[in-house]
């Protein structure tokens, strides 16, 4: 395996990940590699993006093993919100307050293409929806508030 994580700010990161048409080798051994990559790094979540595909999969840390759901879709979302600090691989030694929904309620698909569901309302729900907007090209800085960006962008200055 060679793949490694892209980090900020590479412009694949930004990109929106197509739909997986189809469940190929290819995208088993992808799914294989981002689950090697996520152990490695002891992370709790990877989008294809980070490592430079953009194919709607994400690896999640759910139930204790890092698993591959494909294709993912939130079905609902609470109306109330948490602010829970968040880290991203791409953006090593980063940890950001980000207001997120409390609870959703997410459907994708396994790597053998059977439909998982799944309803949360602590960290799944919150690591779903940081990887479901990798998937759309959104970081998880673009999800600061109009303060804490002004915050952000004045410690990166020189
Ligand atoms: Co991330």
Redo the contacts with the bound molecule.
Sequence with gaps: MNRKILKYPNPILKKKAEKVKEITEEIKNLGRDMIEILEINQGV???SS?VGELKRIIAVRFEDRPRIFINPVILKKSKETEVIEEG????PGLFLKIKRAKEIEVKALDENGKEIRIKDNGLISRIFQ??ID?LEGI??IDRLSFWQRLKFQLKLWP
Excluded: I, N, R, V
């Design positions: 979540g990877l989008a980070q991203c691989l791409s953006f940081h990887e990798h970081l998880f």
